[in-house]
């Protein structure tokens, strides 16, 4: 999917092999194992045709090798979600700089690490749109309340489901925009063929600005990029944890509720409480303003700016 994403913006993209060692069974230990040695021998090669003056990480187990290979060369690590996985705790190591989407995350990096909050950064082509030509964009009337269900870039079957299950009555009051992911795309499709015209479904959404923008409520996981897409669009949420990611989701959603920008629903009540959460909060308008301002609140614009001027600063030292 990276691939796709990078060719899309004109840069170049070589991939390297890697896998995960953390919690992987015995008989796959010695294959992931062997993936990471030769990760490590293709970031040796890469490093060597392009000569970088500074290296920049995001974090998961595919960055390890490289991190290896070029531990001799100034690295900047981003933090996206509030509490860091084992493997950004190992890039911190080879890391000069860290940058954190909020200040919480510090506590589990070293006091010696030169740290610096930045907020979570944002494509200018999510930032362009504003309501009334997200809403044009969709075809939506201009003064029906508009949900949001994000499923994620591969899909959350749970959320989707629930959706398909509730669909019927959601549309009686609300428009809906579904963003299924690929891998339920067909299923949801099926499912939902005799939807009404207030019914938008994609398995992915490249103008996911349009989306956020258009709607007044938005219902998906907890992953990063809660903490700067909802925050810039003032979008209030209800967050669903993903179950089997559910400490760092737990944490990033917990960040926006305890602000009073979010509400928490667990995974395992979605097909029994999903429904009156939602036409709670849309019953409320006084409430749901609320939360946009709680929500807005935490926004950093510049976080994305922030980050390319460490960059810089560090290929200047």
Not at 175 to 194: C, F, R, Y
């Amino acid at each position: 999917m990276e691939a796709d994403l990078v060719a899309r913006a004109g840069l170049e993209f070589k991939a390297i092999l890697a896998a995960g060692v953390h919690g992987v069974s015995l008989a796959k230990l010695p294959g992931n194992l062997a993936k990471l040695v030769r990760g490590y021998q293709q970031s040796k090669k890469i490093l060597k045709e392009f000569q970088p003056d500074v290296l920049f990480f995001t974090g998961g187990y595919v960055a390890i090798p490289m991190a290896l290979a070029g531990r001799k060369v100034k690295s900047l690590l981003y933090v996206p979600d509030i509490e860091p996985g084992l493997a950004l705790k190992t890039l911190a190591r080879f890391s000069d700089q860290i940058a954190l989407t909020t200040p919480l995350s510090k506590k589990w990096f070293s006091e010696k690490k030169n740290m610096t909050v930045t907020g979570y950064p944002l494509r200018d082509d999510i930032k362009k749109w504003e309501k009334p030509e997200a809403r044009a964009y969709f075809r939506l009337e201009p003064n029906l309340p508009t949900i949001l269900f994000m499923g994620g870039s591969s899909g959350a079957r749970s959320i989707n489901q629930a959706v398909v299950g509730i669909l019927d009555r959601l549309i009686e009051k609300y428009q809906v925009i579904h963003i299924t992911g690929h891998l339920d795309w067909e299923n949801v499709q099926a499912a939902t063929a005799n939807a009404r015209d207030h019914y938008h479904a994609f398995p992915y959404l490249h103008e996911i600005g349009a989306a956020l923008a258009a709607a007044d409520l938005a219902v998906s996981r907890a992953g990063a990029s809660t903490l700067g897409e909802y925050p810039y669009f003032g979008l209030p949420a209800i967050l669903v944890p993903y179950p089997y990611a559910w400490r760092y989701q737990k944490v990033n959603a917990d960040y926006l509720v305890e602000r009073g920008a979010a509400a928490l629903l667990r995974d395992e009540d979605l097909k029994t409480d999903l429904l009156g959460l939602i036409n709670d909060l849309l019953a409320n308008p006084a409430y749901l303003a609320h939360m946009s301002r709680a929500m807005s609140a935490l926004a950093e614009p510049m976080a994305a700016e922030r980050i390319a001027e460490l960059l810089f600063e560090m290929t200047e030292a």
